[in-house]
């Protein structure tokens, strides 16, 4: 299921942009495209503003000059503050982020002019590269998102991206270090990681490995996801399609029921 990569370095105009996600003023995203190649991913609805006609995932451009233009707009006029997602259609640890190190030079600026309070959302362990940094950010947070512990499904599903227990073990050491650390329960994948098994393993693992502050989301049927999904559920999960068909059909039901059995394990 692994692609091969198309990279390209780019020189990007704004790295500090406003965002409408609820509870954040900016977000960054150091890369564009994401080599993790979620199937679930509708961050691909990016391909129409940056022209790539590639498949998503299958593309990573490089904002080499992030660094230069974070600064230039942290001296600028507007002095920005509030706080900041990193990693909002992009993960900012790819890959090529160990030999990049561009989220890292914008983690140091940020650190250094200390304006905006840091959030990075990631499924990478290569996080823990810039422990040392991310304890020099005041509120620092860092978010990895985990839909499932199955190794199996997170290969099929999340093709290019550390596996789980890579994250957790990520997790554990950023909390050791004093940085607080969430995760994201997103998407639960209707008849594939809402089983019973695949919940309360994730949980126990989650409290296993300290974790307390958890968010959760529903899959987001948008057309170019839905279709993905449909091939993958074809040839690998064929038996859970028509589950994925009922949540399409009835979101709200299959949302209710599952709100309330994630409460169950939340109040675990
Ligand atoms: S890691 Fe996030 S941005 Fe990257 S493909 Fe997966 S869901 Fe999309």
């Known amino acids: 299921m692994l692609q091969k990569i198309v990279r390209r370095e780019i020189f990007c105009k704004s790295v500090l942009v406003k965002t409408g996600i609820k509870g ?15 199937h679930y991913c509708y961050a691909s609805f990016m391909c129409r503003f940056s022209g790539h006609q590639e498949r998503w995932g299958s593309f990573v451009d490089i904002k080499v000059n992030s660094a230069d233009i974070l600064l230039k707009q942290l001296k600028g006029r507007k002095k920005p503050n509030g706080k900041v997602l990193i990693g909002t259609v ?8 160990a030999e990049y190190g561009i989220t890292r030079s914008i983690l140091e600026i940020l650190a250094d002019y200390r304006m905006l309070e840091v959030h990075i959302l990631t499924k990478s362990n290569l996080v823990r590269r810039d422990i040392s940094v991310l304890k020099r950010l005041d509120n620092c947070k860092v978010g990895f998102t985990i839909t499932t512990m199955n190794p199996r499904i997170a290969r099929i599903m999340e093709p290019g991206a550390p596996p789980p227990q890579m994250r957790i073990s990520a997790a ?49 049927p ?24 009922e949540y399409l059909i009835q979101p709200e039901i299959y949302r209710n029921s599952i709100k309330n059995r994630l409460e169950k394990y939340l109040g675990k």
Request: contains cysteine; negative net charge.
């Open 24 to 38: 954040f003023e900016y977000c960054i995203n150091p890369y564009t495209g994401c080599s993790h190649a979620c």
């Open 172 to 220: 554990e050491e950023l909390i050791k270090s004093g940085i607080p650390v969430w995760v994201f329960i997103a998407p639960i994948i209707p008849g594939i990681t809402d089983t019973e098994e695949s919940l309360s393993t994730l949980f126990h693992t989650l409290h296993e490995a300290g974790i307390c502050e958890i968010m959760t989301d529903y899959l987001n």
């Open 90 to 97: 992009t993960d900012a640890y790819q890959p090529d982020e």
């Open 222 to 245: 948008y057309p170019a996801v839905v279709r993905r999904l449909k091939n993958v559920y074809r040839r690998f999960f064929p038996n859970s399609l028509p589950m994925l068909d």
